[in-house]
């Protein structure tokens, strides 16, 4: 689970990361206009640093403060917040960990009663004194490496946080954590997990991609007067309610209402493609989970063209959702979209070729359409991809790449972007949090369930809540994004800590749309008074 939060509280819904190339530009902008960033970005720090020492070691007068410091502007931020927190009464010892240290910074420490330290790096004795200053230090500052960051840490620098990585104390990371890159989140050599981040500017995308979130800890963006300098964020990061199991406002904005007067087709008729003799239960969970989450009616289609009479999964998914209609292929009614692919074992399946060759409605294409969907690509007959909602894991994200033969990359977020630009479809990534990533260029993260979520089925019930949504007239970007929450809200409810199983989520899920959308007044539409019955302003999140 992560502890990311962020503060001050920001109003919107998503928080926005840039990148590290962006931020300094904008950095350079306004300093430019004549503002002390730097003295501003310390004060900040310094603030947070106090905060912490009085909630964890009782108050900020006589405790211990190391501050570990770089070569750049990163280790002067952390020497001039150590100038403050040693003015405050704090002791406070900085070690240089490279040859050479912000000059202002080592200045103001000293003038402030500070104590500075430069262990030599091949000094065996140094390095063992400067890692029992750190382990008992009631806070620890790391201004190794901010976004000039190239790659793992090196020198002494990387030789004590290796040492002291481990430690139980309070960490503050000064713009990011040291090690982890500002751009991808990638952590290499050893990294020490902050207990809090301060950002300056701007938060940096990689503090908001899975692979660096687990080590920031609770984020603070720290207002430095960048807006008008800052391009497009690089991504965004969808909070929650204000714990994980509560549903942030993006579902409670976004989430598609009934207009009093909604008929099933007004509120979206869903066909499920799924299941078949040796996966029934995928069948199942998709079809419940659409139901949870206020589709208007489903249409379950059996495999291999069967009438209902026969097919041996329709009784279970009719004893699940007792509403809905069990429609051979052939005879199937109006739909407004489609879950294709959850526990379907032929790549011939019939109900695939159709949803992905004939069909326009939009699509969840799931787990045994996935790589039907890439061939196709490849073929060049799929039909109207921007329909399209791919939601693979990892591994299926590898094998479609292979098949539409991509270019092996060490990010799976890097490969979804290529599969996104060369199918044209929607690409929710699965992992211990997903990404959205959309054609328009639109890249959103959605903080994942718990771990016990990684269980068979999960999927499944992840395809009927986007399916739900894409049959209630929601862009394919925007119903990722809002069935990633609610799954991953609902997971949290289901798990309380515990282990889970699948249809456990999938009972959760009304609870949480419910939960998200019960400001509102039921029957009266939508509060924007916009499209009659479900809304959509085209927006691609
Ligand atoms: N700009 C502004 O207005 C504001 C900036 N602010 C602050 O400045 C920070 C950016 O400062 P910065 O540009 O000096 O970069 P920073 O990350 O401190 O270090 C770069 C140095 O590290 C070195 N180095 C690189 N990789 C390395 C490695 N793996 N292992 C070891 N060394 C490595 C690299 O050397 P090089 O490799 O280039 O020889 C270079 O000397 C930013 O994060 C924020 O905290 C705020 O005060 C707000 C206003
Ligand atoms: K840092």
New binding site residues.
Partial sequence: MSTLTWTPDAPGELLPGWRAADV?AA??A??ATGVD??A???HALAGRCAALLRERAGGVSGRAVVLLV????????ALLAGASLRRRGAGVTALLL?D?AHEGGVAGLRAAGGRVIRPHPDDEADLHHAADLVRDADLVVD?????????????A??DLLERVALRGGAVVA???PSGLDPDTGALSGPVLPADVTVT??AAKAGLLLPRGRHVVGELVVVD?GLEEHLPDPALHLVRDGGAPDLPGPHVAVRWPRPWRDADKYARGVLGVAAGDDRYPGAAVLACSAAAASGVGMVRYVPADGRAAAVDPVGPLVLRAVPELLVQPLADVGRVQAWVVGPGVSEPDDPRVRHVLEEADEPAVVDAGALQAAARLTREGTLRRPDRLLLTPHRGELERVAGVLGLERREDAVDTARDVVARTGAVVLLKGADTVVLTPEGRTTVVPGGPPWLATAGAGDVLAGVAGALLAAGTAPGRAATLAAHVHAVAAHRASRGGPLHAALVADEVRGVVADALGARVPGEGLASGGAPVLWDDGARD
Wanted: with cysteine; net charge positive; charged share 15%.
């Fill in positions: 300094a950095d350079a306004r300093l960033l730097m501003v970005a310390a770089g070569p750049g502007n990163n280790g002067g931020d490279a050479r201004g190794v490496l901010g976004i000039g960051a190239r790659g793992a840490v090196r020198g620098a990387h000064c713009d990011l300056f500017g430095l």
